[in-house]
């Protein structure tokens, strides 16, 4: 892996404060860390660690006091509205702990409305088969579970082939067993398209499927493991 790879997202120094005066809280302490393409990362923390924000800033919906973020060598800063746009469109995919589904259409053109963002759309069947909705793809959102329509959510992000697939808490919302198959189907989707993903959670198995975690509290990184030793999703337990 070249220098670059391994640094494709590079963030140093960076604060975010909201309020004023004595209202003040300071939510990002100065954090430096860097994430290697490709990668599994989880930003792990309890509430109000500030991984939530730290994920907003990354995704270019909130913007920092201070610091600077590199990604694949692009710096955040230095873009304008536009640039911004363009940045989430060439390199993000979301994925939120509510599904955000458009209700009158179906899966398929769910799914298709990320594909409409990219000059390098993956193929839709084929994803709608990974995905394991290919038999609901005529389907609408209320006509799914819960873990299905987080699925097709997972298909939105991905169709769009991005750099970076940006996770907050996208199991949060699911029970026990759901989880553990959105989990894996996350895994699947970063060996199969090789897109870095960064997964906020408060959940402490996660990080044993991670290949690289960042634990976060008070708005500071008190550890950045490399994992050398995975688990496999399908064999995690809480």
Known sequence: MSEKERKFLSVSGLKKSF??????????????????????????????????????????????DAGEIYIDGDKLEDMDEKGLTRYRRKHLGYVFQMYNLIPNLNVKENIETGAYLSDKPLDIDELLK?????????????Q????????????????????????????????????????????????KYGNTVIMVTHNEAIKEMADHVIKLRDGKIRHDIVNTQKTAAADLEW
């Not at 990668?39 to 994920?55: A, I, M, N, R």
């Not at 909705?133 to 209320?142: S, T, V």
Request: proline share 4%; hydrophobic share 35%; aromatic share 4%.
């Open 144 to 191: 799914l579970s819960g873990g299905q329509q987080q699925r097709v959510s997972i298909g939105r992000a991905i169709v769009k082939n991005p750099d970076i697939l940006l996770c907050d808490e996208p199991t949060g919302a699911l029970d026990y067993t759901t989880s553990k198959e959105i989990l894996q189907l996350i895994e699947e989707v970063n060996q």
């Open 130 to 142: 990974i995905l394991g909705l290919y038999e609901h793809r005529h389907k609408l959102p209320n």
């Open 19 to 64: 309020g004023n005066g004595d209202t003040k809280q300071d939510v990002l302490k100065g954090l430096d860390f860097t994430v290697a393409k490709g990668e599994f990362c989880v930003l792990l923390g309890p509430s109000g660690s500030g991984k939530s924000t730290l994920l907003n800033i990354l995704g270019g919906i909130d913007s920092a």
